[in-house]
C-alpha cells in the first residue's frame, strides 16, 4: 500500500493536466543527453493517448553558442535591466490635486486682498492671492526698512495712510518685489505668484517711460537710436550696476557676494526683481516716481558713453520741431514733472508735438485729407465727443487730429529721405509700448490667479505682429496707406512686404490715439474697435 501511495505521488508530481498519464514508473525515463529545448515530449506509437516526458538537465558549465539567439536575447534583456533609468517621482506642487468645492473657492475668492480695493482694480489685482503669513512679517520687519532708505521714501508704516490712496499698499508690493524665484520665500504660492506678476507689468511700465522720455529729450531722432539707448540703460546686463548703485544688492543676495555670482546666477533674479519694483512703485506712485527712482535712485545718465547708439548714417533733418524742444535737451525732471494746461488740446501735448512735426500743416487740403481721412475717421470713431471751454479748442484738436492719421499712414518710402520726420515711425515707437502696456493690465485684471509666466506668454501670443496687421486689414484701412510709386508697385502683389507695413501703421494708431484723447482710448480701439481679444462675435 505505502508502495502504490510512493508510485501514485510521483506520477502527480510529473503528469500533466493537459495530456493522460500513465501510472507505470517504467514509462518515465531521466536522459542526459543535452538538448537546445528544455522539454521533449515523445508519443507512444502503440498508445496514442499515453505520452513520454523527457527531463532535461543542462549542466552549469554549459553555455549557449556565441550566435545563438537565445544567447543575445538574454545579453540584451540583462543590458536593459541595468541601465534602466530609476522613475523619478514628481515634484510635490506637480501632483493634480481635486479641484476645490464651490463653497471653499468662493470663499477664498472673497477672501483674497485681489478683490479688497474697488477703487484700485489693477493695484488690486497685483496684490498677494492670500492674507502675508508670519514668515512674510518677518521679512517685512527685518529688511524692509532697509529698501525704503535705499529709494528714498518715508520709514513709516503705509498702513496708515487712508483707503484712497493707493500708496498704503507700497509696503505689501515693496516686500512682493524683492521675493525673486531664487530666494526662502518663493515656495509660497501667493508669494510667488504676486512677484511674478509684478515684474510682468514692471518690464512694460520701464518700456513705456523710457519710450517717453526719449522722444521728448531727441525731437530729431528716428526710433532705431532710441532704442539702442533704452537697451544701454535697463539691459540684463547692465542691471545689476544699478541695484549695487542703489545699495540693494545685499536684499537680493543676503548670503552671497554679488560680484563673485557668475551672470547666470546673477543676472536673473536682479532682472526679476528690478522689473517688479518698477511695477509696484507704478501701481503706487504713477509714472513721475518711476522717473526718479531711475535718473535719483539708481543715477542712470542717458549721456554716458556705454548707453549712445552706435554711429549710423543720418539723413539730414531740414524740418522745424517745435518751440519747445528747439535748442532745449529736456531732462528727466522736465518730463517727469511736466502738467498740461487747462485748455490744452491733447491728453499729452508735449508727446504729441515731439511725434507729430509742425510741417504736417503743409499737407492739410491734400487728396487724402479729403477722399480718405473721412472713411478712417468713421471706422474709428473719430472724432470723440469732448466738453471744451472753447469751441475753438474742438476746432483745433480735430485738425491736429487729422494731420496726426495722415501721418499714421504716411509710409517712409514716401517722404523719409527728404524729411526723416515725416512718416509713421516715431508715432509707432510710443504706440507699441502704450499698446504692451494696456494689454499687460487687461490681462492682469481678467487673470487674478494666472502666475507672470503664463501672462507673458499670452500677451506674446495676442499682441504678435502678424495678428496686429491682421487686424488693420479686418477693417480695410491698409487701403489708404500712403506709399512711394516704386513700393506700391512692389507691395501689391507681395504680402511678405505688404504686412509688416500694416502692422506699423496699427501701432502708429495706437500712439496717436494715446497722445491725443490718453490711455483710455487705446483701450477702446484694441478691445472695441479691433478686437484684440477676439471675443466679439463675427459676421457670418
Not at 254 to 273: A, G
Not at 447 to 463: C, F, I, N, S, T
Not at 495 to 510: K, S
Request: charge should be positive.
Amino acid at each position: 500500500m505505502l508502495q502504490s501511495f510512493n508510485s501514485t505521488n510521483s506520477s502527480m508530481e510529473l503528469s500533466s493536466s493537459l495530456t493522460p498519464f500513465s501510472k507505470k514508473l517504467s514509462d518515465i525515463s531521466f536522459s542526459s543527453s543535452f538538448s537546445p529545448f528544455p522539454l521533449q515530449l515523445y508519443p507512444q506509437p502503440s498508445k496514442p493517448k499515453n505520452l513520454r516526458i523527457l527531463a532535461v538537465a543542462v549542466g552549469p558549465s554549459q553555455e549557449l553558442p556565441r550566435n545563438s539567439p537565445q544567447r543575445l536575447l538574454k545579453e540584451l534583456a540583462h543590458r536593459k535591466k541595468a541601465t534602466a533609468p530609476r522613475k523619478k517621482v514628481p515634484p510635490k506642487r506637480f501632483i493634480l490635486k481635486p479641484p476645490l468645492d464651490d463653497k471653499k473657492l468662493t470663499e477664498r475668492f472673497l477672501n483674497s486682498p485681489q478683490l479688497s480695493l474697488k477703487q484700485f482694480p489693477l493695484l488690486s489685482s497685483c496684490l498677494p492671492s492670500s492674507k502675508l503669513n508670519t514668515a512674510d512679517n518677518t521679512w517685512i520687519d527685518e529688511y524692509l526698512l532697509e529698501a525704503k532708505q535705499a529709494l528714498g521714501y518715508p520709514l513709516e508704516k503705509s498702513d496708515e495712510l487712508g483707503d484712497d490712496n493707493p500708496a498704503k499698499q507700497f509696503d505689501t508690493l515693496l516686500y512682493l518685489a524683492f521675493q525673486h524665484p531664487s530666494c526662502d520665500r518663493t515656495n509660497a504660492r501667493h508669494v510667488r505668484s504676486a512677484h511674478s506678476r509684478l515684474w510682468f507689468l514692471g518690464q512694460y511700465v520701464l518700456e513705456l517711460a523710457l519710450a517717453e522720455f526719449f522722444l521728448q529729450r531727441y525731437p530729431r531722432e528716428s526710433p532705431g537710436p532710441m532704442r539702442e539707448r533704452v537697451f544701454g540703460l535697463i539691459g540684463k546686463r547692465n542691471l545689476p550696476n544699478w541695484i549695487k548703485a542703489a545699495s540693494l544688492q545685499n536684499l537680493i543676495f543676503p548670503y552671497d557676494d554679488m560680484d563673485k555670482l557668475i551672470r547666470k546666477d546673477r543676472e536673473p533674479p536682479v532682472k526679476s526683481v528690478f522689473w517688479a519694483l518698477f511695477g509696484a512703485i507704478y501701481l503706487c506712485f504713477g509714472m513721475p516716481e518711476v522717473y526718479r527712482v531711475l535718473f535719483e535712485v539708481f543715477g542712470m545718465d542717458p549721456e554716458a558713453e556705454d548707453c549712445q547708439p552706435r554711429l549710423r548714417r543720418q539723413l539730414e533733418d531740414v524740418d522745424y520741431v517745435s518751440v519747445e524742444f528747439e535748442g532745449n535737451k529736456l531732462s528727466w525732471q522736465d518730463v517727469a514733472t511736466y502738467k498740461s494746461p487747462e485748455d490744452a488740446l491733447f491728453a499729452h501735448p508735449r508727446l504729441f508735438r515731439a511725434c507729430v512735426p509742425p510741417g504736417m500743416h503743409r499737407f492739410r487740403g491734400n487728396i487724402w485729407d479729403y477722399d480718405s481721412k473721412p472713411q478712417v475717421m468713421q471706422i474709428l470713431g473719430y472724432p470723440l465727443a469732448v466738453n471744451d471751454r472753447i469751441p475753438e479748442i474742438t476746432e483745433a484738436r480735430n485738425i491736429e487730429l487729422g494731420l496726426g492719421l495722415q501721418l499714421c499712414f504716411m509710409h517712409p518710402s514716401k517722404y523719409k529721405f527728404e524729411h526723416p520726420r515725416f512718416c509713421f515711425e516715431r508715432l509707432e515707437y510710443v504706440g507699441q509700448k502704450i499698446q504692451d502696456l494696456v494689454m499687460a493690465e487687461r490681462l492682469l485684471m481678467k487673470h487674478l490667479d494666472a502666475p507672470g509666466r503664463w501672462l507673458q506668454e499670452k500677451h506674446r501670443r495676442v499682441l504678435m505682429n502678424k495678428f496686429c496687421g491682421r487686424y488693420l486689414r479686418e477693417k480695410y484701412l491698409h487701403r489708404f496707406i500712403i506709399y512711394s510709386e516704386q513700393v506700391q508697385d512692389a507691395y501689391e502683389n507681395n504680402r511678405r512686404l505688404r504686412n509688416p507695413a500694416t502692422t506699423a501703421v496699427q501701432q502708429a494708431l495706437h500712439g496717436l490715439s494715446y497722445t491725443v484723447y490718453g490711455k483710455p482710448d487705446v483701450r477702446r480701439l484694441m478691445f472695441e474697435v479691433f478686437d484684440f481679444e477676439q471675443i466679439q462675435p463675427k459676421s457670418v
